[in-house]
């Protein structure tokens, strides 16, 4: 058992925040950290992806082929993601939930970093992979931490924190590139002043021939190895989690999830996170490419398509701010099951409403794709939804596999979608999006049958 000072006391009932004691807001602010990392890290790649890997393929001309490995190296990011939250996940349960956090934030920063250094398409997909076990780690041992150590009268307004922690990552995400990209194009690409970064430059091209504006944009990624330094220091393990390390005699392993009453608990949240995550996924990752396709066949210089592209972005994931919200206003009124359903309809009916009909540009990016970003505020819903179902010793695991395996789903919702869907053309993109709005409706139907909310269990 970790040393007294090391570990939280139990969950108080506060009514107001200053009955929060300074464990609770240390976990949390480790938490919201972790999260807000997650998103910058998450849509790095997502933003640039078009141009990137068009460079690493040599300005190939097989339009099918650059959309292919785009799809591959997505579909390798969220396999990742499903096999770090298995693998962090057990590891929250054997560790604790302090430790694991920091390994899992330092394995995503600086695998984030080394895809600044990456000369192929499938060296981007190796890094993105490995930095993406950090993230989906992250997310399981962050959210047991917070269900174990605040009260549960908070757990609804909590999840909407966390979920607007990764959209306030995405936001600095998109600023950041938005803001960065064309100064280092400049660098790159004109020479212009300062002189000695354009020199600077060219001489790294001598040891890395592809490098470009677009590589550099994942430098920021490394940001969040210092916040270790900090999650190691000051955030104790939480008692609920050191008490039953100390008493079983025999850790429940894997296999248990798959027993009992606990199995239908674990599929029925797996397939439902599995279909969901399939359908944001399919979205998040195509909608600029379809953008994208969209402006360029208008004529739009490639210069202005990078800025628009981002900006549509960037609101998309301001609405999201405000929808992850009202999930919460929603699943504290009508319980997390009725309110996941609601939303997941949501869902289907902004992403289907987008698709149903050829729309221009400004259609898209200034009412259907935010509308869209309102809804994904189901996702935060999760975030204290999950960890309560299982007991403490399989309480990461549990969360982690049921949320992330159904992000494996999603990796080959990818790849299919990037073989199969018919990408040449705008018309191509927004009926292969339209047929994706499908899964949304499928996870809306299925999560009915979802378990109720649960207190934490012990046992």
């Known amino acids: ?42 849509h790095l790649y997502t933003i ?11 300005n190939t001309t097989d339009v099918a082929s650059v ?24 590891l929250g349960d054997r560790l604790g939930r302090s430790r694991t956090l920091a390994l899992t934030v330092l394995t995503y920063a600086l695998c984030t970093g080394l895809c600044a250094l990456a000369q192929t398409w499938w060296q981007l997909m190796g890094f993105r992979f490995i930095a993406a076990l950090g993230i989906g780690g992250e997310w399981a041992v962050g959210a047991s931490l917070l269900a174990e150590t605040w009260p549960k009268a908070w757990r609804p307004w909590l999840a909407a924190i966390l979920q607007s922690g990764v959209n306030l990552g995405i936001l600095v995400a998109a600023g950041l590139i938005w803001w960065l990209l064309p100064w280092l194009r400049q660098i790159f690409e004109t020479g212009s002043q300062p002189g000695w970064l354009h020199a600077s430059a060219m001489e ?18 490394v940001l969040p190895a210092f916040l270790v330094f900090w999650i190691r220091k000051k ?13 079983a005699c025999e850790k429940p392993g894997v296999r248990e999830l798959f027993r009992g009453p606990l199995a239908s608990t674990t599929w ?23 953008l994208r396709k969209i402006l360029a066949d208008g004529g739009t210089p490639a210069a202005e398509i990078d800025g628009r592209v981002t900006a549509a972005f960037f609101t998309m994931i301001a609405v999201s701010i405000v929808g992850n919200y009202f999930a919460g206003w929603l699943a504290q009124r009508l319980g997390n099951r009725r309110a996941i359903v609601l939303m997941f309809i949501g ?43 299982f007991p403490t010793l399989l309480r990461t695991t549990g969360a982690g596999f049921c949320y992330n395996i159904g992000r494996a789903a999603a990796a080959v919702a990818q790849v299919l979608f990037g073989v199969v869907a018919p990408l040449k053309d705008a018309e191509g993109f927004r009926v292969a999006l339209l047929w994706s709005s499908v899964l949304a409706l499928a996870a809306a139907v299925w999560s009915w049958w979802l378990p109720e909310d649960a207190t934490l269990a012990d046992s």
């Open 1 to 42: 058992m970790p040393p007294p000072s090391s570990v939280s006391s139990a969950p108080c009932d506060a009514a107001t925040l200053r009955e929060i004691s300074p464990q609770q807001w240390k976990s949390g602010v480790a938490a919201w950290f972790g999260w807000t990392f997650d998103g910058l890290e998450l």
């Open 48 to 58: 640039v992806a078009g141009p990137l890997v068009l460079l690493l393929m040599d």
């Open 67 to 90: 959309n292919e490995k785009k799809a591959y190296i997505q579909a390798a990011f969220l396999l990742g993601w499903a096999l770090g939250g298995s693998f962090f996940g057990r």
């Open 204 to 221: 790294a091209r001598t040891f890395l021939p592809k490098l470009s504006a677009y590589h550099l944009v994942f430098l920021i990624g």
């Open 235 to 247: 955030v104790p393990e939480p008692e609920s989690w050191a008490r039953a390390d100390t008493a």
């Open 268 to 290: 029925l949240t797996t397939v439902a996170c599995a279909l969901s995550l399939s359908a944001w996924w399919l979205f998040t990752f195509w909608h600029p490419q379809h």
């Open 347 to 389: 869902l289907f009916g902004g992403m289907a409403g987008a698709y149903a009909v050829s729309r221009g540009f400004s259609e898209l990016a200034w009412f259907w794709v935010p509308l869209v970003g309102f809804f994904s505020g189901v996702f935060g819903l999760f975030t204290m939804y999950l960890p309560p179902l």
